[in-house]
């Protein structure tokens, strides 16, 4: 068991809603990236493409991991959905990641408005992980080779720890299903420790997964049967997180039950991609946009002459 310090539990949380924030600002902003005055129709980009609903959670599991796991080189995280690139993106600009590869992407307001305004636009970054984006050498878009390409990792490297983000939706591949197999032929010693979790936010796009489907009893019995020990963090509570990572179970699978949208002006089917479709247009949606983005109080977490204060 983990002790888990109310500083590190702060400071997942400043973590999470500064990277929430980036999510949405890089969604719908194409100026006022700082909300540095009232959000106007003029700072909406024209033309809205990208996917919210997964990114609040895979915020919450990079920051918990980030915090449990540090920056250690045998460390690894594998990302399945990839609809939540904006996440991935928000995470790697805080880590100063993104930065190594792209000089642009300073960690500062000219960083921020630079990574926000060119998320899905035109010869900027796609809504969608790519090559761009550190850490990732394809661009495809087929789901379910994340558990696989954990395993492919820890194959041989006892020194190396994989955690791996599976979304329900991606779970219901039959390439994600069988991968849970390779648990039997990574026994040995000589192999890496994989960290499973399924990101179950109840939705496969906007519809319900079948793991959402199924009961508690069912997803654990099913999850057994392959060998592993299903443990259950509810909600976001850091405390909860950290402390299911500390229990080091070796055959652990990670079942992270939270709401699609979390955050949002809207949840679950209608969170999946832009919650808010007219704000350019629409005085009431605009403001809902503006009360969104200050709820995650960011003018604590980041300001023009400090910088990040995570
Ligand atoms: C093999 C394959 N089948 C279908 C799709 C289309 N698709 C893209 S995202 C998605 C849903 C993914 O659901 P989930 O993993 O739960 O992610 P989330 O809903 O959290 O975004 C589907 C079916 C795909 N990309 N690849």
Redesign the pocket.
């Known amino acids: 068991m983990c002790a888990v310090g109310v500083k590190t539990i702060e400071q997942i949380e400043r973590r999470v809603r500064a990277c929430d924030y980036l999510v949405v600002a890089q969604i719908f902003l194409q100026d006022n990236f700082l909300l540095e005055r009232p959000l106007e129709f003029s700072d909406i980009k024209p033309r809205l493409l990208g ?1 919210w ?2 990114c609040h ?1 895979i915020n919450v599991v990079y920051a918990n991991l980030r915090s449990y796991f540090k920056a250690s080189p045998n460390f690894s995280f594998i990302l ?5 690139f904006p996440a991935l993106q928000a995470n790697l600009f805080v880590d100063e990641e993104l930065e190594k590869v792209d000089e642009r992407a300073t960690l500062d307001k000219t960083g921020i408005s630079y990574i926000c305004r060119n998320f899905s636009w035109p010869d900027g970054f796609p809504s969608h992980a790519s090559p761009f984006t550190p850490g990732v050498i394809t661009e495809g ?4 080779y994340a558990l696989a390409n954990a395993y492919g990792i820890a194959l041989g490297h006892s020194e190396k720890t994989i955690a791996v983000l ?6 219901e ?1 039959a390439t994600a299903l069988d991968s849970l197999n390779l648990r039997n032929l990574l026994t040995g010693s000589q192999n890496g420790r994989i960290i499973p979790i399924l ?1 179950l ?1 109840g ?3 906007s519809a319900p ?1 079948i793991y959402a489907r199924k009961s508690e009893r069912e997803l654990n019995e099913l999850l057994r049967g392959f060998g592993f020990t299903p443990i259950w963090i509810k909600g976001d509570d850091p405390e909860d997180f950290q402390t299911a990572l500390g229990l080091e179970e070796k055959d652990a699978f990670y079942i992270y039950k939270n709401e ?1 949208g979390f955050g949002g002006p809207n949840r679950y089917h209608e969170a ?1 991609q832009v919650p808010l479709k007219n704000p350019r247009t629409d005085e009431e949606e605009l403001k809902s946009l503006e009360s969104w983005l200050k709820s995650y109080r960011f003018n604590e977490l980041f300001s023009s002459e400090k910088g990040f204060l995570l």
């Open positions: 996917h609903g997964t959670g399945g959905p990839g609809h939540g878009g087929e789901l379910g599976i979304g329900d939706g991606e779970l591949t990101h936010n939705y496969k796009i997964s699609k999946h």
